[in-house]
């Protein structure tokens, strides 16, 4: 049980569930069925976050590979290259990465 701000009310874990037994210990189907829907809906939602976090630490791999890969293409192009100018561009592009 937890404490509300300065009340001295107590609060158990399932207040709905208290509130709605009217003394008799037990709840009705329909109160019940309530908080199922209310639990499946919520859980799909936990669900979805899920896949969305998944995707968007597939697609954060994917970026840094090629992040990488255009780095090293890109050393490889200024070792070969006769337009020293660029060379400064691309070191200065490359030590400002964060």
Do not use: C
């Amino acid at each position: 049980m937890n404490h509300l701000g300065d009340t001295n009310k107590m609060v158990g874990e399932t207040p709905r569930t208290d509130e709605a037994q009217f003394g008799t210990g037990r709840v009705s189907v329909s109160f019940a069925r309530t908080l199922e829907r209310e639990l499946n809906a919520a859980n799909a939602e936990i669900e979805e976050k899920r896949k969305d976090v998944v995707w968007l630490a597939t697609e954060k791999a994917k970026l840094e590979n090629r992040i990488k890969r255009l780095e090293e293409g890109g050393d490889r192009a200024i070792e070969n290259s006769y337009y020293p100018d660029r060379v400064k561009v691309w070191t200065k592009a490359k030590e400002a990465k964060p």
